[in-house]
T-cell receptor, first 112, second 112 residues
Framework: GQQVMQIPQYQHVQEGEDFTTYCNSS?????IQWYKQRPGGHPVFLIQ?????EVKKQKRLTFQFGEAKKNSSLHITATQTTDVGTYFC????????????FGTGTRLQVTL | DAEITQSPRHKITETGRQVTLACHQT?????MFWYRQDLGHGLRLIHY???????NKGEVSDGYSVSRSNTEDLPLTLESAASSQTSVYFC???????????FGDGTRLSIL
């Protein structure tokens, strides 16, 4: 079956440092979504990427979709304590409707 | 405002008992999903539904069942609870196949 892996599993940064999480799929994806889950909370949708090589920005967050549509990344510039949480990518395999396969997640800890 | 609610938020039960977790959404979404979240595994799909009377198995469906008798509800039943089913369970819904999923607050289930 489809597998979606994320690295790193955990990262601890000082406030102001940058952070990147990488997402890799074993199969080609039709699109990829990113979610953030605060400690004790539920996943909240951040963004969806559809096109090969697509780059989208949300303030300090930059999302990329790989040219082969098998990988993606999320980069946070100048992290803040409000960025703390677990970031999940979720990919939809080409040809399948609705079903998302979630990555294993990257937990981000930010300290002052 | 439309929302998705799960109940109960916490439950402790014994092995062998039948347990039902409720999920109710007022978004009027056709697609509904059940996931379990365990450390190191991210979110894994248990069952999903594309509409009334439609149910499908996800990647970890053994020991679980769902039914969809109306648009708003997708209850998840553990027929005979096992300790391996101790987890946090999330329900989600989406309007269309490629739309973001909206998650409930989760149910923390402990099976002793």
């Amino acid at each position: 079956g489809q597998q979606v892996m994320q690295i790193p599993q955990y990262q601890h940064v000082q406030e102001g440092e940058d952070f990147t999480t990488y997402c890799n799929s074993s199969t080609t994806l039709s699109n990829i979504q990113w979610y953030k889950q605060r400690p004790g909370g539920h996943p909240v949708f951040l963004i969806q990427l559809v096109k090969s090589g697509e780059v989208k920005k949300q303030k300090r967050l930059t999302f990329q979709f790989g040219e082969a549509k098998k990988n993606s990344s999320l980069h946070i510039t100048a992290t803040q304590t409000t960025d703390v949480g677990t970031y999940f990518c979720a990919g939809r395999r080409t040809g399948t409707a609705s079903k998302l396969t979630f990555g294993t997640g990257t937990r981000l800890q930010v300290t002052l | 405002d439309a929302e998705i609610t799960q109940s109960p938020r916490h439950k402790i039960t014994e092995t062998g008992r039948q347990v039902t977790l409720a999920c109710h959404q007022t978004w009027n979404h056709n697609n509904m999903f059940w996931y379990r979240q365990d450390l190191g595994h991210g979110l894994r799909l248990i069952h999903y539904s594309y509409g009334v009377h439609d149910t499908n198995k996800g990647e970890v469906s053994d020991g679980y069942s769902v039914s969809r008798s109306n648009t708003e509800d997708l209850p998840l039943t553990l027929e005979s609870a096992a300790s391996s089913q101790t987890s946090v369970y999330f329900c989600a819904s989406s309007e269309y196949s490629n739309q973001p999923q909206h998650f409930g607050d989760g149910t923390r289930l402990s099976i002793l």
